[in-house]
């Protein structure tokens, strides 16, 4: 795909959605990165259903770490992998106390340390909360970069490379949400809406439909 193809697609997706952001409910940094973390291989909605009572309770690491691991999966137990998340939440929180001023960090490195925290979710730690032009690849975004040919790749790692590389710079900072959004709503993976496709004319799928 040329370069006036995508400017012209992140150009459609401004104009449709000025303020995109994530579909996670948060009110602070460290309350967006637990709901990343719990978000991991699960759906949002069944995130958002969850955090309410969970941060009205334990809105602080200090808070969520004196719940203890049993007490905290009571309030995530409708969660996949709960367990599994309930005992990186539990390290993170501690580590947030001892190492960071009990505060999100806002840099790479110190997101990546964190238990339970890969690439993906310091990635969209660092551009919600903190306006860093990161790109999160998921599977929605790795589809629409491949099937558009916005920014094909084989791998996750790959597809972010090239799409820090080609999205226009002044669309970086909201690309990972207009793409998020775009494939969980219209570039869906079994039965894309394009009919309904505001970059239908500009993607290079070749099997869209009209």
Request: glycine share 6%; charged share 20%; aromatic share 6%.
């Amino acid at each position: 795909m040329n370069a006036a193809k995508r400017l012209e697609i992140f150009r459609r997706f401004a104009a449709a959605n000025p303020s995109p952001t994530t579909e996670l409910h948060y009110r602070t940094p460290f309350e967006l990165l637990v709901a990343v973390i719990l978000s991991a291989q699960a759906t949002d909605k069944s995130v958002n259903l969850a955090t309410p009572a969970l941060f009205a309770t334990a809105d602080t690491p200090e808070k969520m770490y004196a719940l203890g691991q049993e007490g905290l999966e009571a309030y995530i137990k409708t969660i996949g992998l709960y367990r599994s998340k309930a005992r990186h939440l539990i390290a993170t929180c501690q580590r947030l106390i001892a190492q960071h001023g009990s505060q999100a960090p806002a840099t790479r490195e110190a997101l990546e340390k964190l238990p339970g925290v890969g690439r993906k979710t310091a990635n969209v730690v660092l551009n919600t909360a903190f306006g860093h032009p990161t790109i999160a690849v998921d599977t929605h975004i790795f589809r629409v970069a491949n099937r558009t040919g916005i920014a094909p790749g084989k791998t996750v790692h790959e597809v972010e490379r090239k799409l820090l590389k080609s999205v226009p710079r002044g669309f970086r900072n909201d690309a990972h949400h207009w793409l998020i959004l775009h494939g969980r709503y219209t570039c869906k993976a079994r039965k894309p809406a394009c009919a309904d496709c505001l970059i239908h004319d500009l993607c290079e799928y070749a099997a869209k439909s009209s």
